[in-house]
Structure formats: structure tokens, C-alpha cells
């Protein structure tokens, strides 16, 4: 799940499809590998100190890509590599402005490791920022306290500190409108009448502002009128089947009302592939692109959940630690940005008319993410359960009923990791300790098979168990993948996109055979919605697409002028506004040109982004590139052009290479791949370049090799089935001296570029898994 969001897509590459046969020829953590790679965050000149300046971060790394830089658990930044050989080793640098922070802020970075693909992390560095101006305030509600009866008017205090003066201190009643305290010697107060509102628990929070639009927030205060709110106990209904919506589709479907229409289509489809109705809707409800949906669009949010019930839609709100990365949210100096995200859940369905409320909570914080988990004292784990724990105790103490899913991986209950865990009195494995807490939990039984010990009913044998022993009907909801894996994990096992929705929908209902009697098995999820609808029957000739309602209009321009910034030699980010459609914008198409005032053609398609930004790399060092956007509906009718903008990439000492001659062959039950490196300015073949790719549609399968002396390459996939469709992406090349300039490599006649290739190209997603 949220492992997505800690990815940014490689960019739009050769890539080759071939069609085999008929007239055509053509999670699991526990098992990963151990890195090779390694990373360090070395102390600046004059130590990990500053002014509220910028301070150049930086250290030393090998065998590792795509290197972040995380700070303080809220923003994460890709850093600058100085990579002389081209070997993925060398120097990470990143200009860090502090101009924001006050006091001790922590660091930390990570790469991913060439072999495995999988994170490999820094050891954690402070660096302490003596800048009382980019101080916010801290404020703390003092008065009145939880769970004591309230009537008639009531002081609320309020207590703040900040290193330079607040301004304004400013409380809320249920989500209301914020007004101004009153100062009274070191405290402010607020007078709140609780008149004629009868027995309920309110939502109190205070805000604090010591310069302009600068503000410090309180933790919640339920404050109970009367006998308070108190909903009674309702019976855990069964999800199935239920689906996560991550962003940017969340988004789409509250700010976009077109986008309901294509859901309910799609939803309701149970002809297409003989799949179940879904009846439950995980809702992304976090941060996304300057938009925050619980605190500003809150009249679109209540529009789309009364939309949902009027479907008879149950809809949960989807969550994920409220941290950068998501894992953070585990360790208990993060836990308070957990609780505020599911205080801000509570407080909406506090305030909100029952039509508009949520019907639960999907909480995504994996701490298995973070090297910490493999400590021999297992102490991340039991912070990850205080974090659970206090996240419930807040949605109890408001007396609010909205159940509460962990999304959990499938080796809590057999993992040395989750073995033994000591907490609350009791020495349980990990997962049954969640069990015991939650209301229900979403297993990530990402497997492509249901049968086998690894297969998908196994891997949900131990929590459905569990749950019937403790007594939890509809309690264990077993999800499954759809998502084509790209940067991690292993795409052949884990995941449903190469066999296709026929080959998924007849492995669910062997788990529906296996469960669908037993009283703990509350349904199956599918993470996500947007892989979901693009999944056909199978990959090659003949496969089924599910279809969108029709639409004839295109989608609006984009607002604003789209932002741009050369990050490397060969790396341009871009950001741009968001467009609207009738139905639903699916994609923004990136046009790319080295010439000014282009006029894009179909040729000119850099890629497709789902969401709000693109990184455009494996571009060539000192050339100036141009770029237009415009956004992309589900029937292809494409909207206006933006304004033309321009970066031009930085200098640097490696020449780039690039791939031409690719071919695909069908041999007996696999495919192979033979493709030629050359050095892109003089076309001369490089012998000895290791070459890494992944097979694409049907096929899966990570592998590498080294070129021959003709420059040459040839690998293999796993097997495949006669009639489908295979494709190759070539993901990373070294060779010493040289980058792999990718947007570059040479297509031929033989070669059928599919959108579905470039469609993941450039983006950078906050999915989870």
C-alpha cells in the first residue's frame, strides 16, 4: 500500500510489446533480501547547526537510487547525486532551508537498493535550528477536561508558548467558525455557551498564530454536555467487497462530481468480469497538492459521502499516520500527528448530519518499513500498538461509533518479527495483539494465487482464527493487489496485474469457497481503484477492458501556468494545476520538445502523469527543454493546451547511453529480450554495461545482465501463456563514465509503444502498500 507513495515513477522508456502465439508471435518482508547498499548523513562543516539559513546536507552512498532526504517526519525531498563513475556510488548532496523550523529538527535519508529494490536508511542525525522567528506555536487546551458533564456557560482556557509573541489565540466549537480568545494574564479564555445543545461531545480546538498565516494547533478536547455522545454499538457489518481509493482518485471523486458517475459505472459492473458489486469504499482523506479535504473542501466531502449512502455506499476513511513517510507515525515522537489525523476524522462525523458521516476508519501505518523493526528489543512494535491504541481511545473518548481497520501484512502471525511481542501484560504475536484492539483489520494477502501454503487462503488462515477464538464476527477482510508493482517487491507473486481480472475473480472465488462461511471473514478488499478499472480480462489479443460511460466533451484546461525546475543534468520536475471533466480527467499528458513554441503531436508525449507533478528523467545535460499540458479523459478526448514552459538541465562530466535494437522473441514457454547499449553521441556499442528492466503486461519478472562485445543483452522472463501480450522496460543501465539518458533510446519499426507503459512515467503517487 503506502509503500507507493514513497515512489517516483522512472519515466517514459523504450519499451517493447510482443503477443504470443495465435497469429502473433509474441510484500513480503519477510523474505526480502538483504541490501547490499549503504548510506550515511555526514555532518556538515561546524556540525548539524543553523541559523534558520540554508544548510547543505549531505553524505556518502553505494550501490543505491533514488535517494530521499526526510525531515522532521513531515516532507521528504529528493537529493542531488554526484555520481562520477556512473556505478551508483558517490556523493548526495541537498540545500535545506530552515528558514521554517525552530529547534531540534531530525534527518534522515534513504535510498533504494540496486539488487533489491528495497529501502536502505541512514542512521538518523539532529540538526538544531536556533530560529525563534520560524518557531510555531505550541498551544494546549487546560480547560475544561474530558469526560467531565458540562452545562450552562463554560471557560475554555487556553495556554501557548512560542519563542517570540503570539498575535491571536482563536477557539472552535464543533468544527465552527474559529474565534478569538481573550488574554487574561499568562492564559486565554474563551466563553462558551453550551445552552440548548442537550447531550453530546464536542469537538474544542484551539489555534495560535504568531505571524502571518503561521499557525500552532491544539490537540482536540472532547468535551462532554451533559451525558455526552454516546452512539450505541452496532453489529461490524460485512465490507464485501470493499476497495481503497487512494489519491489522487480520492480527490477526483470529491472535488470532481463527474468522477461519481464513472465509480457507480464501474462499481456496479458485476456483467463484465462476473465480479461482485462493491459495497465498501476506503477514502483517501489526507494532504494532497495543497488540498486538504477535511479542514477545506469539507462542503465537497459531505456532498460525496451523502452521494455514497444515497448508493448505499459504506465509506470508510482512509489514513496513514499522517507522517512523511507514512511509517513514521509509528514511532511515539510521531504519534501525535496520528491522533491529529484521526481527531480530524472524529471531529468532521461530530459535526457532521448523519448522511454525511463516515462509516469507519482504514488506518495505513506499516512500521515493518523502517530498519527499526528488525530491533532484537522489538520496541517499534509496541509503539506502533501504543499509536493504535491512543488513536482508539480518542474515537471512544468523543463516544463516537466509526470501526476501526489497521491495514496489516500477512506475516505478523508467522514472522520472527511479529513473534513474542510483549505489550499490554501479554506476550501475543503482533497481529493478534492488533486483532485484539481493532475493530477489524485488512490483511495485505498480496499473492496472485489463492491456494498453496503461500498462497492467499493460508495467508489469512492464522487472523481469521484468531478472530473466531476472541470472538469478532466479520473482523478479517483479506486484500488483495492490483497495482503493477514497479520499484519493489516481486510483481510474479505479489500482485494480480499480469494474470488479469479472469484469472483474479476465479482465485477469489476459491477464497469465497474457502471463507465465506466462516463467521470472522468480513469480505475481500482490492487496493486500488484506478489499477482495479484498468486490469483487463488478460493481456493480449481478445482481453476485455471495462469501458467508461460515454463522453463526447473534453476536459477543462488546467489552472494556472504550470511550474518548472531543472533538479539535475537529467531530471526536470514539473507541477501544474488541476482540470476538471464532466466524467473524469484520468490523465495529464506531458508533450516534451527541444524546439520553442512547439505545437505537440502525439509524437511529442513525453507521458502520462495520474497526479498533480511529473519528473521527467533521462534527459541529456545542457539542453533546454519546452513542455505543455493537458489533461486526458477516460473516453480520450484530450482539453487545452497550457502555456508553454522551459528548464534547462545542468552540466555534468557523464556522457549518456542509451538502448536501440530491442526485440522480443516467444521461445517455448517464455519470452527473451535482446537489446543493444550505445553511447548516445557517437552510436558506438558499449561492451560490458549491466543492464537492468523488468518484464511488463503478462510477464513480471525483475533481471540484468552484462552487454557482449557487439553491445548486446539477452534476457529472459518467467513463463508466460500462448496468446498474451508481453513487454520489456529497460529501468537502469551502468557503465562506467556514462548515465542511462532514457528519453532518449531509439524506437524502430519493430517496436509497438502502449500507453499503458507510459501511463506510470514521471509520477510520483501517495498509494499505499
Known amino acids: 500500500m503506502k509503500k507507493q507513495h514513497l515512489r517516483v515513477y522512472s519515466g517514459f522508456r523504450l519499451a517493447m510489446v510482443l503477443l504470443i502465439g495465435m497469429v502473433f508471435v509474441g510484500i513480503p518482508f519477510p523474505g526480502k533480501a538483504g541490501a547490499a547498499g549503504s548510506i550515511s548523513l555526514d555532518a556538515p562543516g561546524g556540525g548539524y547547526v543553523s541559523d534558520g539559513g540554508m544548510v547543505e546536507i549531505g553524505g556518502s552512498y553505494t550501490d543505491l537510487y533514488d535517494v530521499r532526504l526526510y525531515v522532521n517526519g513531515t516532507s521528504q525531498y529528493e537529493v542531488l547525486l554526484n555520481d562520477p563513475d556512473g556505478d551508483d556510488n558517490g556523493t548526495w548532496s541537498y540545500m535545506l532551508d530552515t528558514s521554517g523550523y525552530n529547534g531540534t529538527v531530525e534527518l534522515v535519508v534513504r535510498g533504494l537498493d540496486t539488487s533489491t529494490r528495497y529501502g536502505v536508511w541512514s542512521t538518523p542525525a539532529m540538526l538544531t535550528v536556533d530560529n525563534p522567528a520560524g518557531a510555531v506555536p505550541v498551544v494546549t487546551i487546560t480547560g475544561p477536561s474530558e469526560g467531565v458533564p458540562l452545562s450552562g456557560q463554560v471557560e475554555v482556557t487556553i495556554e501557548t508558548s512560542s519563542p517570540i509573541p503570539v498575535s491571536m489565540v482563536e477557539v472552535r466549537v464543533d468544527r465552527g467558525p474559529w474565534q478569538q480568545a481573550t488574554e487574561q494574564g499568562t492564559a486565554y479564555v474563551f466563553v462558551w455557551d453550551t445552552a440548548g445543545m442537550g447531550d453530546r461531545t464536542v469537538s474544542l480546538e484551539a489555534r495560535a498564530t504568531n505571524a502571518p498565516e503561521r499557525y500552532g494547533y491544539s490537540p482536540t478536547v472532547y468535551a462532554q454536555v451533559g451525558n455526552g455522545t454516546n452512539e450505541p454499538a452496532v453489529p461490524l457489518p460485512n465490507q464485501d467487497r470493499a476497495m481503497w481509493i487512494w489519491e489522487p482518485e480520492s480527490y477526483k471523486l470529491i472535488l470532481n462530481p463527474g468522477s461519481r458517475q464513472v465509480l457507480e459505472s464501474f462499481i456496479t459492473d458485476t456483467q463484465t468480469f462476473g465480479q461482485d458489486p462493491v459495497q465498501t469504499l476506503y477514502l483517501a482523506v489526507g494532504k494532497y497538492a495543497g488540498y486538504n479535504v477535511l479542514e477545506e473542501q469539507v462542503d465537497e ?19 496513514a499516520g499522517g507522517t512523511s513517510p507514512a511509517y513514521m507515525g509509528a514511532y511515539e515522537k510521531y504519534h501525535s500527528h496520528a491522533v491529529r489525523e484521526i481527531e480530524q476524522v472524529i471531529n468532521y462525523n461530530l459535526a457532521a448530519a448523519d448522511s454525511e458521516k463516515f462509516d469507519g476508519i482504514n488506518v495505513d501505518i506499516e512500521p515493518y518499513i523502517s530498519p527499526d523493526f528488525r530491533d532484537p528489543s522489538r520496541f517499534l512494535q509496541q509503539e506502533y500498538l501504543d499509536v493504535l491504541q491512543k488513536m482508539i481511545d480518542r474515537r471512544d473518548m468523543a463516544g463516537i461509533r466509526l470501526p476501526f481497520g489497521p491495514a496489516v501484512p500477512k506475516w505478523y502471525d508467522t514472522s520472527d518479527q511479529g513473534a513474542n511481542i510483549v505489550w499490554d501484560g501479554s506476550s501475543k504475536w503482533l497481529s493478534e495483539h492488533v486483532q485484539d484492539i481493532s475493530d477489524y483489520i485488512s490483511i495485505m494477502d498480496y499473492r496472485d494465487t489463492a491456494d498453496g501454503s503461500a498462497g492467499i487462503i493460508a495467508g489469512a488462515a492464522g487472523e481469521l482464527a484468531y478472530a473466531d477464538q476472541i470472538g469478532k464476527p466479520n473482523s478479517v477482510v483479506i486484500g488483495v493487489e492490483t497495482l503493477d508493482i514497479a520499484n519493489s517487491g516481486d510483481p510474479e507473486t505479489i500482485t494480480f496485474w499480469e494474470e488479469g481480472r479472469n484469472h483474479m475473480e476465479a482465485e477469489l472465488d476459491k477464497v469465497y469457497t474457502a471463507y465465506g462461511q466462516n463467521s470472522a471473514f468480513g469480505g475481500i ?11 483487463p480480462s488478460y493481456w493480449g489479443p481478445g482481453g476485455t477492458f471495462w469501458t467508461a460511460p460515454d463522453d463526447q466533451e473534453a476536459p477543462s484546461a488546467l489552472a494556472g501556468i504550470p511550474s518548472i525546475e531543472a533538479t539535475s543534468y537529467q531530471t526536470i520536475q514539473l507541477n501544474y494545476g488541476t482540470a476538471s471533466d464532466n466524467m473524469e480527467v484520468e490523465r495529464y499528458v506531458i508533450y516534451r520538445s527541444t ?22 528523467k533521462g534527459l541529456l545535460p545542457d539542453t533546454t527543454y519546452y513542455y505543455r ?48 547499449v550505445r553511447d548516445y553521441d557517437t552510436g558506438a556499442v558499449l561492451t560490458g554495461a549491466k543492464v537492468e528492466g523488468r518484464f511488463t503486461y503478462s510477464a513480471g519478472r525483475y533481471t540484468s545482465g552484462i552487454t557482449g562485445a557487439d553491445g548486446n543483452v539477452t534476457l529472459g522472463s518467467e513463463a508466460v501463456m500462448p496468446g498474451r501480450q508481453v513487454g520489456f522496460e529497460t529501468r537502469r543501465i551502468r ?35
Do not use: C
Not at 478488499?525 to 486490469?535: I, T, W
Not at 493537458?630 to 547511453?657: K, M
Not at 542509451?658 to 529480450?673: E, P
Open 301 to 319: 466531502l459531505r456532498s460525496f459521502l451523502s452521494w455514497a449512502h444515497s448508493k448505499n455506499l459504506q465509506v470508510h476513511a482512509l489514513i
Open 629 to 676: 499540458i493537458a489533461a486526458r479523459d477516460l473516453q480520450g478526448n484530450i482539453g487545452p493546451l497550457t502555456d508553454e514552459v522551459s528548464a534547462t538541465t545542468g552540466s555534468t562530466t557523464l556522457r549518456p547511453l542509451i538502448v536501440s535494437d530491442m526485440n522480443l522473441v516467444y521461445s517455448g514457454s517464455a519470452v527473451s529480450v535482446t537489446l543493444k
Open 525 to 535: 478488499a482490492v487496493h486500488h481503484y484506478d489499477s482495479y478499472r484498468a486490469l
Open 595 to 616: 524546439v520553442q513554441g512547439f505545437m505537440p503531436a502525439a509524437s511529442d508525449i513525453a507521458g502520462l502523469a495520474r497526479g498533480l507533478n511529473y519528473q521527467d
Open 735 to 769: 557503465y562506467n563514465g556514462y548515465y542511462y539518458a532514457s528519453r532518449h533510446d531509439l524506437s524502430h519499426a519493430t517496436l509497438l509503444m502502449q500507453n499503458a507503459d507510459h501511463e506510470e512515467s514521471g509520477e510520483q503517487s501517495s498509494e499505499g502498500g
